[in-house]
């Protein structure tokens, strides 16, 4: 072995680097989870060596039963925490402690650095740090580790500042012994009592027993059973809160738990866990939910995708089945009947959930869809099955109140002659309520939603209607607003017959290479022009997004719909119909389309010539 391999050191991650100067140099109000996390990651070490014992029974030895042991040394002021699970290699330890290994490391660490100029009172309890907690009250801190099936043992050391060392060592079996050199002010967790306490209030749910170094042989700290196995009536909120932690790596408190068994044609205990804040990774590609599958208590794996469809992503908990085998392997996951059966229940189960939450805790439940309501959309568009069900589920922002509303409250609140559910898309609900093709459905009361997540313009392409209605946009088609009627509403001046044919058909000419067509319209009152898709053209707002990603070459042209009450109008009909007021007229058109693409958020293909025009028209106002 080279000089180099005996003592290697190394730089930690950038993130990392920030993420530790935010730990040691920020107050936090609750120190003792430093505990929960390296417990937890001790006990994931014991089940994942019983997962790949499975294959290789030779890597329990004579050691098969896992075990985590606390040992404080109060006199030298060191806290270590040993277990015999699966251990790590040389690279494990230096992938695993260097870097922080999930996607949006960026979004981690930035959200990490905001909380704590706010002055968050628990920094880690809403981002969650894992192995890096130890820092909060460690000055230093080593790790020794085997690997099982290994005869070889690294160990890694660092103070957290910047770098870290791996370097060969010794330890006579397989595990891993975190050894904490705690900081002065950091006594109290050399003290036996304390860690009792720790252990009782954050690690009771831990399968796995923890022990007391030099404590009476046998005896555990925590119950050390399957949480999931347990009467729902003999679990309290705060172990219920502890598990979802444990299996969630979240530090929220769990918005809802569902714990059923279910008997029949396959049997399985389901333990599922609804966030209340939403995960810094909720819309990372490598997102997916947090739910172990377990086969007769013995842990299988945490990537068992086929257990839960991508929009249920931030569900947490686990399942554990009596008809699999426990040598399942990855694909019998993926064509195993068995699994299929317990997807559907436990998609079932959160449906359900959630549509009592719904029915019972209005305001708790507007808050579960601010956080989580665009993830759940996704399964309108890819879950055809749930897609009514998530229709019901789902809230919007809308003109005619000022929190979320449902389509069924929608549907209740609809005008008389009203036919159609009015929506439009857009970047954000003040924006929307701004556009120019809401002015008619304003005047008239009719409520539009205002939707402005990205995933809405891609769900709607999905569905037909809500409760026999159809879907339909604001900057869509011709929309006959004259049906509607408006009780008390005072009658509108109507135009002239014929008062615009010159000016439609001038303008038709004039702007054939730019429009599809011009037209008078009904949704317009302040506005004098806007633009809009043809019915059986893409929708404004989603054809913008498809070029902006560049998934969309030139688009449809629009219609452009003039208001036939506006002061232009009538002036520029007037001009059309006079002699000489052509050119005149032409001129203001090109304008009025430019102005319209402006308001939609559309770019001015010409803006050198946008500029002349508009130049023009202000020198002529003038005189």
Known sequence: MTEAVQSEKHSFQAEVSRLLDIVAHSLYSERRVFLRELVSNAA??????????LQAPALLGDDPDPAIVLAPDAKARTLSISDNGIGMSREELVGNLGTIARSGTAAFVKGLGEAAKEGAPSLIGQFGVGFYAAFMVAARVEVVSRRAGSDEAWRWTSDGRGEFTVEPAARAARGTDIVLHLKEDAAEFAEEETLRAIVRDYADHIAVPVRLAGAK???????????WTRPRGEISEQQYAEFYRHVGHGFDEPWA????????????????????????????????????????RVFITDKAEELLPRWLRFVAGVVDSADLPLNVSREMLQNNPVVRLMRQGLVGKVMGELEKRAREDAEGYARFWKAFGPVLKEGIVHDPEQRQRLLALARFRSTAVDGWTSL?????????????????????????RRLPQLEGF?????????LSD?????????????????????????????RIKVPDAPAEEAPAAGEHDALLALLKLTLADEVKDVRLSQRLEDSAVCLVADDRDMDLHLERLLRQHRQLGAGAKRILEINPRHALVRAMARAAQGEGGGERVAEAARLLVDQARLAAGDPVPDLAAFARRLEGAIARMLG
């Open 44 to 53: 994931d070490a014991c089940d994942r060596l019983r997962y790949e014992a």
């Open 217 to 227: 042989a046998g005896e555990a700290l925590n119950q050390a059973s399957a949480l």
């Open 257 to 296: 738990s569902i714990h059923w068994r279910a008997e029949g044609r396959i049997e399985y205990t389901g333990l599922l866990f609804l966030p209340s804040d939403a995960p810094f990774d909720l819309y990372s590609p490598e997102r997916r939910h947090q739910v172990r599958l377990y086969v007769r």
């Open 408 to 432: 069924a409250e929608y549907v209740g609140r609809m005008k008389e002659g009203q036919e159609a559910i009015h929506y439009v898309t857009g970047e954000s609900p003040d924006a929307l």
């Open 442 to 450: 304003l005047k008239r009361g009719v409520e539009v939603l205002l």
């Open 454 to 482: 990205p995933i809405d313009d891609f769900w709607l392409g999905e569905v037909e209607g809500f409760d026999g209605r159809k879907l339909r946009s604001v900057t869509r088609g011709g929309d006959d607003l004259a």
